[in-house]
């Protein structure tokens, strides 16, 4: 595998991601804040962050978090004001750190302005969306959304407008000019404003190359017809042309449902499109028929296929184990029982020493859990409430839909970063928007910087010797031959031959060893055996070359 060419500022990168409702509450109204990010910027500077993607923090309904934006040149002020985003860039400039801002631009809340006016019947507005008449008694076409409903919604007068995620999430027409304008125009506002690039949302869904019926799918009717159309990398190769070039940005693409060779496509250096892409096919490796919500044994040998995959696949893979979309890293590969601590540091060596760019997810770093909630009343998630009734349309009975989707629910990664073990985890001085995880007690970012053998000091030393090391930050990737369940790969550079380990199970696993001295883990020295890997064992082996 090549090793990276041109360097950019962002290749060697680690970037840490914000979801502001949950990060840190500065005035005690529940609801994390720009003051509170400000608070932490110490923090994520002694962790050794070096960007920050900070989801949505624009004037927004709330319905999904931000992913509803009613006004792109804003601060929502329950987050705070534009001069606390301006404090929020120039303080964290200062410390070496550079933000990217969450993008979303498939589609924009109900309650925009442009909307509004569209509902009222503004042509002009009209054709910023998808408004439709019906077929006869029906919807335009037969699409699905995202979001487990139908895509299409009757407004008053009528007609129907498209939208792939919620009904409060009208979907932009990427066929009109004055779109392309406006976007460009807002993206220019944030870069002007010292941000340094975006984290765009559902990117590869934005164009439809028509509103013809889809072929029945059991979900996401449609997608035919707007996943990685041409339409979209001409509108990519726009924005890099016209914005993104002329700043310098890091711009990263969530691009669902990818293919390594979609992906590719999409950030290929030398299409000047995206300069990284995440792909979701290692959150599915659990997923039946790639639904989330129904569950199959995780299979660590098929995580590692994944991987290996899209390690040789993409130039600049973005890296990332968890999200505000996923559930945790060790409720999903690892291990909440007996081997918390040490999965949670596997997991942290693995995702710090692939190629490419290491996303961190807040909480991450001190092994934080999935919530711990009593039952579906106790959640807020948009996604959790649509697949709710959709699964009750379907007679699903109330236990099944229980269990189903608190097991998957987005909110298992959204409750309040545990900075103490106060009651409210130093989180807030009110009534958190979200519960707060009992395990607290213990997952804490106070206990834990005490304590030298913590999952975040691991962090930070994995960091660290990331930081400082030729191979994993510029090396080649090649695999290993292995037993089962254990990922085992090189990082070679002119100066280093590094040897990666990692034992995904929770049992002794007999190994080859290669290399000439261990020089990283997450087991005691005294306590290793060269030719077995511990449960969950994660080291790192150097070689004389
Ligand atoms: C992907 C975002 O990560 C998710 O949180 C959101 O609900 C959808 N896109 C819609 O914007």
Redesign the pocket.
């Known amino acids: 595998m090549a090793t990276s060419s041109t360097k950019k500022w962002w290749k060697n990168a680690i970037v840490y991601q914000i979801y502001p409702r949950s990060f840190c509450d500065s005035n005690g109204d529940g609801i994390g804040d720009i003051p509170g990010i400000i608070s932490k910027l110490h923090y994520l500077k002694d962790l050794g962050v070096d960007v920050i993607w900070l989801?949505p923090v624009y004037p927004s309904p709330g319905y999904?978090?931000g992913?509803?934006i009613s006004d792109y040149k804003d601060i929502n002020p329950e987050f705070g004001t534009m001069e606390d985003m301006e404090r929020l860039i120039s303080r964290a400039k200062r410390l070496g750190i550079k933000i990217i801002m969450?993008l979303?631009i498939?589609?924009t809340s109900d309650e925009h302005e442009w909307f509004k006016k569209a509902l009222a019947g503004d042509k002009k507005y009209k054709n910023y969306y998808y408004f439709r008449p019906g077929n006869g008694k029906k919807s335009p076409n037969n699409w699905g959304s995202?979001?487990g409903e139908k895509a299409w919604t009757k407004t008053d007068s009528g007609e129907y407008y498209l939208h792939?995620?919620?009904k409060k999430?009208p979907d932009l027409n990427w066929h009109n000019p004055e779109v392309y304008d406006e976007i460009t125009d807002i993206m220019r506002f944030w870069l002007d404003k010292g941000v340094a690039g975006f984290r765009c949302?559902?990117i590869n869904v934005i164009y439809k190359d028509s509103l013809e019926d889809g072929k029945k799918h059991f979900a996401l009717t449609g997608k035919e017809h707007y996943l990685n159309t041409e339409g979209c990398h001409e509108l990519l190769k726009r924005f890099n042309e016209d914005v993104w070039s002329k700043y310098k940005t890091f711009i990263v693409g969530?691009t669902?449902m990818v293919t390594p060779e979609d992906a590719k496509l999409l950030s290929d250096e030398n299409r000047k499109e995206l300069d990284a892409v995440f792909f979701f096919e290692h959150m599915d490796v659990d997923s039946r028929g790639g639904i989330k919500w129904f569950k199959k044994k995780y299979k660590p040998y098929k995580l590692i296929r994944i991987l290996d995959k899209w390690q040789n696949a993409l130039e600049n893979p973005a890296n990332y184990l968890e999200?505000?979309?996923q559930v945790r890293s060790v409720n999903h590969f690892g291990n909440t029982g007996r081997y918390w601590e040490k999965s949670a540091k596997l997991l942290c060596g693995l995702n710090l020493c692939l190629r490419g760019i290491p996303f961190i997810y807040e909480g991450e770093e001190i092994g934080m859990t999935n919530g711990d909630f009593r039952g579906l009343k106790e959640l807020k998630d948009?996604?959790s409430y649509n697949i709710n009734q959709a699964m009750r349309r379907l007679l699903i009975i109330n236990a099944i839909r229980r269990k189903l989707i608190l097991q998957t629910t987005?909110d298992n990664a959204r409750t309040p970063v545990q900075w103490d073990a106060s009651e409210q985890a130093g989180f807030t001085e009110g009534i958190p928007w979200l519960k707060v995880n009992e395990n607290k007690s213990f997952i804490n970012v106070e206990a834990e910087n005490q304590d030298p053998d913590s999952i975040l000091n691991f962090y930070k030393k994995m960091i660290e010797f990331r930081k400082s090391s030729s191979a994993i930050t510029e090396g080649s990737y090649r695999r290993v031959a292995s037993p089962s369940d254990v990922y085992l790969f090189t990082r070679e550079s002119d100066e280093e031959r590094l040897y990666i380990y990692c034992n995904l199970t929770a049992f002794n696993k007999p190994v080859e060893f290669y290399g000439d001295r261990i020089i990283f883990g997450n087991y005691d020295p005294t306590d290793r055996d060269n030719f077995v890997l511990k449960p969950y064992e994660f080291r790192i082996v150097a070689s004389n070359i």
Request: no cysteine.
């Open positions: 989801s999904d978090n992913y509803d969450d979303v498939n589609h995202f979001f792939l995620f919620s999430q949302d559902v969530e669902v999200n505000h979309d948009i996604e987005r």
